[in-house]
């Protein structure tokens, strides 16, 4: 069936693009305004703590105390988040290419860019980062990423499987068809691939057996729209940030 949202909403005051939740916190990036913080440890109230102006902010990630902010300025800014209300800058890495999304592994950082390229960032000194690799694909769609472990999971027009326990170089395990619209973000939660595509539908491979992995979608309450992202809450929610209706909130996956 269709799924109807849960709980809570908070109007972002822009399209809502990625989000990240950690602990009782989820990152929320505006394209208008930039990174929202929002205490969401109340299943019927989401509350803001704090937050940070970058007009054009596209992508998020959030790993310990550090958060990692990237967007259409070719910077990715990193954020001190220990005290979640007030953000404090400790670097800003020069990227040579609009950042589309950022996931973070045991220190290092895989950014999707604007050429459809993965850049991997060494970031276990923050304030001294360096670039270690950059793989290319075909340019479009843009491609979204998710990471379970040692495994990183590309979406494009496929679904490659990586192994990145040498992050330096990461070796491919093995692809299958992606059958869903473009990709707008990936999650990988418990064995399944959640990936929000352009339109109506969350599309889920089910990795369960990594040798036929099953793939199925389910339809997205139209009014809420997509262009979003998806996080894993509590193992019943999927947490769904919307474009079109500017806004945040969740969805039952029970």
């Known amino acids: 069936g269709v799924l109807e949202p849960r709980g809570a909403y908070f109007a972002t005051a822009g399209n ?23 205490d969401v440890s109340g299943s019927d109230h989401i509350e803001r703590v704090g937050g940070v102006t970058a007009q054009g902010a596209q992508a998020v990630a959030v790993a310990g105390k550090f958060a990692f902010l990237g967007g259409d300025d070719q910077v990715l800014r990193i954020f001190d988040v220990h005290d979640p209300t007030r953000l404090t800058l400790v670097n800003s890495v020069i990227i040579s290419n609009a950042i589309y999304d950022v996931k973070l592994h045991e220190g290092f950082a895989y950014l999707t860019v604007d050429t459809g390229e993965m850049v991997t960032l060494d970031v276990r000194d923050v304030t001294d980062v360096a670039q270690v690799n950059r793989y290319s694909e075909s340019t479009r769609p843009l491609p979204a990423i998710a990471i ?7 979406v494009q027009s496929s679904v490659k499987v990586f192994d990145i326990s040498e992050p330096r170089n990461p070796r491919e395990l093995g692809s ?51 262009f979003g992202s998806v996080i894993s809450g509590d193992g019943r929610y999927i947490y769904v940030g919307s474009q079109y209706e500017q806004s945040f909130c969740a969805f039952n996956a029970a």
């Open 148 to 154: 379970a472990g040692s495994r990183l999971y590309f």
């Open 176 to 226: 299958i068809p992606y059958l869903g619209d473009d990709p707008v973000s990936a999650y990988f939660d418990n064995a399944f691939l959640y990936v929000l595509g352009n339109f109506t539908f969350l599309n889920v491979l089910d990795f369960r057996d990594e040798t036929a992995p099953v793939y199925f979608d389910f339809p997205i309450n139209e009014s809420f729209a997509t």
């Open 16 to 38: 809502c693009v990625r989000v990240e939740r950690q602990g009782n916190y989820a990152y929320v990036v505006s394209r208008e305004y930039g990174l929202h913080v929002l």
